[in-house]
């Protein structure tokens, strides 16, 4: 088969994992969004989950003081709010009221659910070790919301360059992962 050299550039849009995210942080009672793709399983239990979050976010001084967020999944219902939220600052906009998304108290932190998202994972920063460098937070899990209806979930999932994949079929195969 003949290929053709990728550019590194794109070599994320490959391995890139998604769901696509959108992470909540509070703070004085201003809640913010951010969407976010990079991120990864670590730990099965306690659940534990790292994310790349630059600091050039505004979420990222939120996240880094409080030490709490919310990592919300979206479906493509939502998917123009998605993007609105990755698209601008918590500094300047406040992102529930103009993309009209609800927040909802969390049980245990400060970050509030997005009542339109089907599954939201309330978490704590485990490990800040890598913040500096790559920006790379670890954060547990400390409790876990799903919305019981949604049966089939189409999660989007980000390829690069405003392209995503909506999640499709479901397959069930023997494996040894959980
Ligand atoms: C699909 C998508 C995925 C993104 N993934 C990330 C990511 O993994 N890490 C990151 O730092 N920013 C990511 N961003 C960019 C932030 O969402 C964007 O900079 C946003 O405006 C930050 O909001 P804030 O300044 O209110 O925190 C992504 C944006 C989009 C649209």
């Known amino acids: 088969m003949a290929r053709r050299s990728l550019p590194l550039s794109k070599v994320y849009g490959l391995l890139e994992p998604g769901p696509v995210v959108m992470v909540t942080t509070a703070r004085g009672g201003r809640p913010n969004i951010m969407t976010l793709s990079w991120h990864t399983m670590i730990e099965f239990e306690p659940p534990l989950v790292g994310f790349v979050m630059s600091n050039r976010n505004h979420s990222f001084g939120l996240l880094k003081a409080t030490r709490e967020c919310v990592i919300n999944i979206p479906t493509v219902e939502i998917a123009e709010k998605v ?44 490990d800040t070790r890598m913040v500096e460098r790559y920006g790379l937070f670890v954060v547990e899990v400390i409790q876990a919301w799903i919305d019981p209806t949604e049966k089939n979930p189409r999660t989007i999932h980000h390829l690069g360059s405003g392209n995503f994949m909506v999640a499709g079929e479901r397959i069930k195969l023997r494996s040894k992962m959980k």
């Open 83 to 126: 993007v609105g939220c990755g698209n601008s600052s918590g500094a300047t906009t406040d992102k529930f009221e103009t993309f009209c998304l609800t927040p909802k108290t969390a049980a245990r932190v400060g970050a509030p659910l997005i009542e339109e998202c089907y599954a939201n994972l309330e978490c704590r920063v485990a």
